[in-house]
């Protein structure tokens, strides 16, 4: 029994993180219908630059954080308007935004191949490596720091989607693109608003993953992976179903890294997607969408 | 053979019969020339000394043109863009491999058997990703490309991680690399052929139709999800017998050899540079390819390299030339007739 609650309390810290890795790439897809496999390209770029400044300058990567978010949401309007602006009235839309994306993943994934190897890092503050003890059970300090962050970020981009006036754009754009544009919303600047918060929220994330799982530059498309069977889970463009799509396998997953040992993992989230899209293709919130 | 073109680029036919006729002998004039040379290259050998070098990079642009000829069944006529055909690639490499560890029979001889085995999984896996359209189809290729990944790397009786071993070919070193080129050679051509007899079947206009518009498609009689797993499975066959010649010329596989996202980047980067849907384009996008990669390889000497000038390629190409090379040329009506195979 306390084993199973030491589990559940890993699986849910861990759940926190995914959610926020998840939240940008739904929202990118929801508001644009971008499926966007660059997303965990920019949460790798970002743990870079979050290790280099805590090597070089002894930033805390929880400062990082913060720091990343403003220049990662510059990143995405300059990819959003460079890129996505040029496709807009295409008529395979989702199926360009796919294959580009997929060819920004692949230079960024080269660039930093290039100019860092493939070798494995990790970002060492004190804390990824501590933890507090209540009772039978530990609570290790950096998860309940990145997961603190999660949903600190997580609740902000709730209000203000729901409370600004930029946020009733984005869900309007979210529930009807077209209709939105017809009662005033101005459809492109919110669609660039929201892949700049997108890619914020990738780089928030990139600084929080740098000291919880050693990375390199291939190994985005394993989370890459891990993100779009959590938000095709959820129901793809759903936020609420990428946050509780993250949580249920990230517990799911804690709980078979736990019988079967850590390969296993992954593995989870993968038979989960299989298994979604036999019994319900659209996700557990997800509309029936003609794409 | 004609008609259906408007279907990929939306060029009328215009020419008139003699000069199709024209077109069409100069065209196989020009493709049984090269069938030709293709097959004495290996000859050369006795004439200008060892060229392992050469062979080995036409054995490797065979390899891609049978991989990428293929994929273009699904990638292509019916626009379903797989990133998960690594996988057939490792089952036909594993399953002939397995085959010569355990009973000694030479991968030349099960390559097919390596194919089949390919489809068979292609079929399976079919029946769950092709469930999805669109977006969430990549996303579960993706998806099954990572799980074989997994699994093969863990799977003991395959040497897991750490590979299995195969017996050495018994070749001469002087003719080792001959036997591996000419048997991706007739990969290559069995890959290019079933290319265009699907092309210019019902069923390929069946697939082309789905790529134009499902639901149009299925109204229109296509039975759409059944055509859909057989073109999935179809498009798995040479990948799989090219992954069997491949895994026995290395003498050595790994799961990371085959299950990982590069070997699929490069048949969509091949196929989309190259004209997808056609039947040159992707023979057309690995030559190229190849080249480029072998110029940034002896120029810079780095493979990471080639993976940003590929991104950039096919950023390029998207942007402003989305029917790719050959699409693009023959839109503009002005195609070379040897290299309009359709």
Known sequence: ?291 | MIEDRSLTSGTPSDQSPEALQQTSRSRWVALVALLLLLLVVPLARSIIGPFNYVLQLLTVTLMWVAMTSSWNIIGGYASYISLGHGVFMGVGGYVSGLMLVHYGYSPFATAALGGLAAVAVGALGGLITLRTRGPAFIISTIALLLMFLLWFDNWDLLGGSNGLALPLPPFSPEWLRAPFYYGMLVVAVGAVWLSYRVAHSKFGLGLRAIAQDETKAEVAGVPTRSYKIAAFALSAFFVGAAGAIWGYSLSYLRPTVFFIIGVSAQMVLMAIIGGRGTVSGPVVGTVLIIAINEITLTQFGSSELNLVIAGVLLLGVLLFFPLGLVGTLRERGNLPAFLDWD
């Open chain 1, 1 to 291: 029994m306390t084993n199973a609650v030491q589990v559940l309390i890993l699986g849910l810290l861990l759940g926190g993180v995914y959610a926020l890795m998840a939240a940008g790439l739904t929202l990118a897809f929801g508001v644009m219908r971008i499926v966007n496999l660059a997303h965990a390209v920019v949460i790798v770029g970002s743990a870079y630059a979050a290790y280099f400044a805590f090597q070089n300058l002894g930033v805390d990567p929880l400062v990082s954080a913060a720091l990343l978010m403003p220049v990662m949401y510059l990143v995405g309007v300059a990819i959003y308007t460079t890129l996505f602006r040029r496709i807009e009235g295409s008529a395979r839309y989702v199926e360009m935004t796919v294959l580009l994306t997929f060819a920004v993943a692949i230079v960024v994934e080269g660039l930093l191949a290039f100019f860092f190897t493939g070798i494995f890092r990790t970002t060492d503050p004190t804390y990824a490596t501590d933890a507090f003890f209540v009772g039978d059970w530990f609570i290790p300090k950096g998860q309940l720091y990145a997961s603190g962050v999660s949903v600190a970020l997580l609740l902000g981009l709730w209000g203000f989607l729901r409370y600004t006036r930029i946020g009733y754009g984005v869900r309007a754009t979210m529930q009807n693109r077209s209709a939105a544009q017809i009662v005033g919303v101005n459809v492109r600047r919110t669609s660039s608003i929201a892949f700049g918060i997108s890619t914020a929220l990738a780089g928030a994330s990139g600084a929080l993953v740098s000291y919880l799982f050693p990375f390199f530059p291939a190994r985005h498309w394993q989370w890459v992976a891990l993100l779009l069977a959590l938000i095709v889970l959820g129901g793809m463009g759903s936020l609420k179903g990428a946050v509780v799509g993250a949580i249920v396998l990230a517990v799911a997953s804690s709980f078979v890294v736990d019988q079967a040992g850590p390969i296993w993992g992954p593995m989870t989230f993968y038979l989960a997607l299989f298994l979604i899209l036999l019994v319900r293709p659209q996700g557990l919130f997800g509309k029936e969408v003609t794409i």
